[in-house]
């Protein structure tokens, strides 16, 4: 299985599906093609909280603002799984939520749903992620890597398995890459001053505050509970119907970070913050 | 066959998608995941509209804004068809429309082809639909199903099967569940009064009126025939293009009901009419 | 595998995947479903771009302002490949494009990585694209032939295979079909006048001078050549990233047309174009 991921709308992605295909009959998976414009932060949150949920694949991916420059073009092994796409940081925090075990599984609270997990989890330090350099000789276009490059890496690495993508005559191991990580947040036992990390296309503002500092201090199904946000008393709670039509309230969202939302709105308006404020929490 | 339908826009389906493939190796078809934001009766009419067309599946829709209040789960079995999705009246006009016979079919009207129908048909009333609470015990998430109840349990009824779908752990028969339907016109000799359903992509304003009525009182080939909008005359016919470029026209769409539309234009603007907007149709 | 474009936005195209998927359990792979509404000459463009990196397939590209009226359904067989859709000029540059060899291939680049050229080259000229109307007797509907009738042909055609093309009960032979054809630049020694074909969603205007006339002019590798573009030099690079966040450069695209383009922002609105216009270009 391969994912494909980028900033191209459309119909880039139509030619990396192609030159895909030319190489594997593998089935193939959009996550998302229109992840804001060359915003390498926003697509790699989204794909630590995404790739996660997925089986084993290659996820190719691409945001790029730097194409045809000399960065250079990676490959990430993690676990069962491969990341491939530009050096520049997006593949990095996906790498390491892809390593780190338990797998999120979804379905564990349906009665009777066996749970699935197929991460293999052998505890050892050697599961950790390794990183290759797509070696590129000649590529035949300096502006679309994502079809002359990626594309074609991603599938001849399905071809060779993940397990010996060592075999991949363009892989060369390497150490040096661009690494990238979220902002953390100042925890506190009353306070947490965090920043927001994305803004959803529902609007809700999703911050690097832990949605674990707003539960451990909030039950989120009382019907009176409230959070300071930047001095004012706004409703948290864990679902979104919990307030009226319109209102504000603080959640816990299902990346399990803490967001800024309105019921049938836009959090992000309503709270007035956009991706970089900082956003200060506090718990009488 | 599984298809999902949303109003999630991206990345969200990913994760859903992802949530998929972990417990089946089965196709994934998209719907739409751009349905207007927490609209259940627009989804509900283009399900109603385009579900029909597909062979047996098993169809995942997700337009949820009472996501981790009390509203139930449900799914529905309709003829060969499972719908799985929140409690909210959502599925249940597409139910209807996939139990009932026979089934749409594509391309009759290209010289010697085929028709298919593969709508089992035993015209017995216990062919109705069947409704089943999704017990849920613990949702991983109280604000994304989509991703933690809604599409294992599709995967989950996929690898049962259709038939089967009462061996399902996690589903409860029930008779209680919120239906939904479309508001009914007023159907006369020389005039309809009804309301405005949807707009869709094109602009098209999409009523509730039968193009039965419509097409019992014009050819709709004709070159010369009107019929009066709120007291205007307008060009009625059986295509766009029959009326110059930037001209109202009254015709019926694909979906077989009345629609206000414009050659090349935006229909709901040039009549001045939104959706829940009351039209007035009347013939002379 | 069959391979699916239109301007139908959502959720119009899930109807003619359903149509397909009754006729076929063959691979769907959608190229895009936003291009431009009705705007035949930018689909056309894209088509030429994208579809010769596929695989032999079956491609139903539905742009339609003439639905419904007495304009032909066409199919077009261009080596193995074959194109289905309306008579309006929307599939003769990819057919071409398709036809001709040898075929694009992507990862030619990459380090010990074989290309990939499954296209048939006897060189014969009669390997020239053949056309064929499609015999519509009646059609269920006068507004939406992707799903009455383009998608259900391009099924049959696929499950007919393209060899046999002939055999299919409802084509018909013909020479008679609607041509399209871009606009030819002006070339010279010292300066080009071309026009703007599209602008794609990163803001780039493509031209249609071929980047042949640049790259014979200019290294695209120099740190210091510029182009005058409407009298004004403006950089010249063969990648975005070679000048600044903002600044404007003449580069050469994938699609090896000359572009005007601006790193990471928009180069129809910094060069003032849109599509349609004159662009003259001058090396000194």
């Given at each position: ?162 397990e010996r993508v060592d075999d991949c005559p363009f892989l060369e191991p390497t150490d040096d890459y661009v690494d990238l990580s979220f902002p953390e947040p100042k ?98």
């Open positions: 299985m391969l994912t494909l991921a980028s900033d191209f709308g459309t119909p880039y992605p139509a030619a990396m599906r192609a030159a895909i295909l030319r190489r594997t009959d593998a089935r193939i998976v959009d996550v998302a093609h229109d992840f804001p414009r060359q915003d390498v932060r926003t697509a790699a949150f989204w794909l630590c909280e995404v790739l996660p949920y997925f089986p084993p694949a290659i996820h190719c991916v691409v945001i790029d603002p730097g194409v045809g420059s000399d960065r250079a073009a990676i490959t990430v092994r993690a676990g069962e799984h491969v990341l491939v796409g530009p050096d520049n940081g997006l593949l990095l925090p996906a790498a390491r939520a892809l390593e780190s075990s338990p797998a999120p599984t979804a379905g564990a609270g349906l009665r009777g749903l066996d749970p699935v997990d197929d991460r293999q989890t052998d505890g050892a330090e050697g599961a950790a992620i390794e990183c290759f350099e797509i070696v590129v000789e000649d590529p035949e276009s300096a502006t679309f890597h994502g079809r002359d490059v990626f594309a074609p890496a991603a599938a001849a690495i399905h071809e060779t398995g993940v925890l506190q036992a009353d306070a947490a001053t965090g920043e927001v990390l994305v803004v959803d296309g529902f609007g809700n503002a999703v911050t690097n505050v832990p949605g674990e500092w707003l539960t451990e201090r909030c039950s989120l199904r009382g019907r009176n509970e409230t959070v300071q946000v930047e001095g004012t008393a706004v409703p948290a709670a864990d679902h979104y119907e919990a307030v009226s039509a319109g209102q504000r309230l603080v959640t816990v969202g299902s990346h399990g970070n803490v967001e800024l939302a309105v019921n049938r709105g836009q959090g992000s308006e309503a709270f007035g913050v956009a991706v970089g404020d900082a956003v200060e929490l506090r718990v009488d």
